[in-house]
């Protein structure tokens, strides 16, 4: 018998794009799924629309639920798997082709992974294809081979981003793992950092399954003290499993991601504008991680070469403390200012 896929959609305010994408599913030529739709508290038409499919489809299950984000809306949805493997969609969004269970499935199984990772395109409201993100772009020798989780993170989600929407799970490893319900700003990286503590079979492949809707509503495009807050919130969990972990090489890592987080959000805050508004209310946390930092940076091995793929840049870590003391004196020159 073929194995049970679970896809999980969680829905808030979708009525645009949520016909298309659970018609994305009810066309795959693999037949042994079940969609679980967890609707947000949506305010708009989402919930009439997760109904009517749910009548006419018993592979269809509706939950609803006040809204309390998207992490929330995961758990509840993980909670009501029963199958062999998982998978989420996003409502906005929808697959490309009518066989991308069947090609992930058969692929987990042949290889007996844990997780295996596709890529995506990007489309505009029009959709038109948008240009390919450089860091979607995982280099060749990483295809079709399987990794462990170390390398899975190293050089497939820290190329090609922490996003759950590419990936297939096997049920069993997820088990135990749940998003942080009061994260609603990556959220998928927390989850991935914790989930990839654990030594999985993963693989990456190149198959572009996934239409992502470059929607300028949506929350990864939403400037906010919340997402600003959970950037810094990440930095500590980065830590924390470094901490935790006795494996030298997974320990680096997750210190280097902790640097390299902090560095983003740091230049995050002094070079985009939209931020501008939000820096007078983040001083104290930020100022706190600030003097943690220092310490954490003593932590790591200050000979060994960093290359942080998301900045493009390969540089020492002393050296990237002297750049990161530029933008600590530009982030409180500019608070200084705001204040006044």
């Known amino acids: 018998m073929e194995a049970l896929v679970s896809i999980i959609i969680p829905v808030f305010n979708a009525e645009e794009y949520l016909d298309k994408c659970i018609q994305s599913v009810l066309s795959q030529s693999y037949k042994n799924w079940e969609l679980i739709l967890v609707n947000d508290g949506s305010t708009d038409n989402s919930g009439m629309i997760c109904d009517k499919f749910a009548k006419t489809d018993s592979r269809i299950h509706y939950i609803q639920k006040d809204n309390t984000g998207v992490a929330d809306t995961r758990n509840l949805g993980l909670n009501h798997t029963k199958g062999d493997y998982i998978m989420f969609l996003d409502s906005d969004d929808y697959w490309r082709y009518d066989n991308v269970i069947d090609t992930l499935v058969k692929k987990a199984i042949e290889n007996e992974l844990d997780i295996i990772r596709g890529n995506y395109v990007r489309i505009d409201e ?33 190329i090609g981003g922490y996003y759950l929407w590419v990936c297939l799970f096997k049920k069993e490893v997820l088990k135990n793992f749940r998003f942080k319900k009061e994260w609603n700003f990556l959220e998928d990286m927390e989850f991935f950092s914790n989930l990839l503590t654990n030594p999985l079979r993963c693989m990456h492949i190149d198959y572009y399954f996934y239409t992502y809707n470059n929607n300028n509503k ?123």
């Not at 959709?127 to 990794?147: A, G, M, Q, V, W």
């Open 218 to 340: 949506s929350l990864v495009h939403t400037k906010s003290i919340k997402n600003l807050l959970d950037s810094i919130r990440m930095c500590y969990s980065f830590y924390n499993y470094s901490s935790n972990i006795k494996n030298l090489e997974i320990k680096s890592f997750y210190l280097t991601r902790v640097i390299c987080l902090y560095y983003s959000t740091l230049r995050m805050l002094t070079e985009d504008n939209q931020y501008y508004c939000y820096r007078k209310e983040i001083i104290d946390d930020f100022g706190i991680l600030q003097k943690h930092m220092r310490n954490w940076i003593c932590e790591s091995d200050s000979e060994r070469i960093i290359y942080d793929p998301v900045l493009n840049t390969t540089i020492y870590i002393y050296i990237k403390y002297w750049r990161l003391r530029h933008y600590i004196k530009q982030f409180y020159n500019n608070i200084n200012c705001y204040a006044k």
């Open 126 to 158: 029009d959709n038109n294809e948008l240009e390919e993100d450089e860091k979607n772009i995982i280099n060749k020798k990483y295809h079709h081979k399987t990794i462990s989780s170390i390398e899975f993170q190293r050089n497939i989600l820290c």
